[in-house]
């Protein structure tokens, strides 16, 4: 299949219209065994050089599939075939939710990013529980959860639905993230705060040791991110995770005055916050970039840069299915390139 003959058909349809047509077709292929495995041929690259030990499992590749995409794990086993070397389902709340009042999403064709107003529309905990214990987990690559907090639910009572997604997902995945950077929820970024991140890891220690990982928003100063984060880790964060989507509209030439902005545009902005964060807490703690990241050249960047692991979304839809193995192959000729024998070797060389 050549994308770029296809896409153009896709990019006349509505975006989440053509999002639906998507996940619709590659949960069909994943009933489909013979179909997947070709594909795992063609896209997975397992290579020693790009073998990783965190959070106690295998990363047999450090591209995984960021938050938002397979929003109720439907689509681990397919993600899997396309070269991902992790899965990050979610962000799923307690309750389900329809999420905001269509339209929200678009693309900026131009730009290739992607602007999304979807408010954490999901199918509940329940669901996704039922599908991970009857389907997917343990699987043969890790699994992340990312959690929120549902939109009727009031910054005063957040801790509990977070407390809430933490005791359903703990054994039902390789690590935990708690998203409180969505610009799609009222209030959200509120609770990134020093206090809110203190009180909710004092709490989530608690409940599991699973590895449990901070994602935080774009927007944010520089040293206030860093301090959020040191704060994070002194309360027990297994990672950070940056960045989400940014509100900074004026990224794009056509914007909505909604949502959050994601890919190509957002590289820039995104790399010089984790970069600022890593700068600190790069060898304290977990690393996972992403925002912008479309092929091996950039995720080079942000693995010399103190990322273990980076994400793609927005990148697949204008990349095309491919885009995973792609990257990793471009990363093994980068590492072999810079005389690295091993990508352990690679992470963080700037920091060094």
């Known amino acids: 299949m050549d994308y770029e003959k296809i896409k153009p058909l896709f990019f006349r ?10 996940t619709g077709a590659l949960q069909i292929a994943e009933a ?42 439907q689509l681990v086993r397919s993600m899997t075939a396309m070269g991902f070397g992790f899965t990050e389902v979610g962000t799923v709340t307690p309750r389900p939710q329809p999420g905001n009042p269509a339209p929200r999403l678009w ?36 699994i992340g959860v990312n959690i929120g907090k549902n939109k009727t639910t009031p910054e005063s009572d957040a801790l509990i639905d977070y407390e809430h997604g933490i005791r359903v997902f ?13 610009p799609n929820t009222p209030g959200l970024r509120d609770l990134q705060n020093e206090e809110f991140i203190s009180a909710l890891f004092d709490m989530a220690k608690k409940l599991t040791r699973k590895p449990i990982l901070l994602k935080i928003a774009p927007d944010m ?37 909604v949502g959050g902005i994601s890919g190509k545009v957002i590289r820039q902005k995104s790399f010089e916050l984790f970069d600022a964060v890593a700068s600190e807490l790069f060898g304290k703690t977990v690393l996972i970039s992403v925002g912008g990241i ?17 994400q793609v979304f927005t990148g697949l839809i204008y990349k095309g299915p491919e885009l995973a193995g792609t990257i990793n192959r471009t990363l093994i000729k980068l590492l072999k390139k810079d005389g690295f024998s091993h990508i352990s070797e690679a992470v963080g060389v700037d920091r060094r």
């Open 170 to 182: 703990r054994d039902l995945c390789d690590y935990l993230v708690i998203n409180i950077s969505s």
């Open 294 to 310: 479309d092929s091996g050249y950039e995720a080079y960047r942000r693995i010399r840069a103190g990322a273990s692991l980076v």
């Open 13 to 22: 349809l509505d975006p989440e219209y053509a999002h639906h047509l998507v």
């Open 221 to 257: 100063q520089k040293e206030q991110a860093v301090a959020l984060c040191t704060k994070a880790v002194e309360a027990g964060a297994d990672g950070i995770v940056a960045t989400n989507t940014s509100i900074d509209y004026s990224l794009v030439k056509a914007p909505e005055e």
């Open 107 to 142: 693309r900026h064709i131009e730009e290739e990013s992607l602007q999304n107003a979807m408010g954490f529309n999901n199918r509940g905990s329940l669901y996704m529980e039922r599908r991970l214990k009857s389907r997917y987990y343990p699987y043969v690559t890790p």
């Open 32 to 73: 489909i065994p013979q179909l997947l495995n070709r594909w795992v041929c063609k896209n997975f690259v397992d290579d020693e050089m790009l073998h990783q030990e965190i959070f106690g499992r295998t990363f047999l590749n450090p591209v995984g599939l960021a938050a938002g995409f397979d929003k109720d794990a």
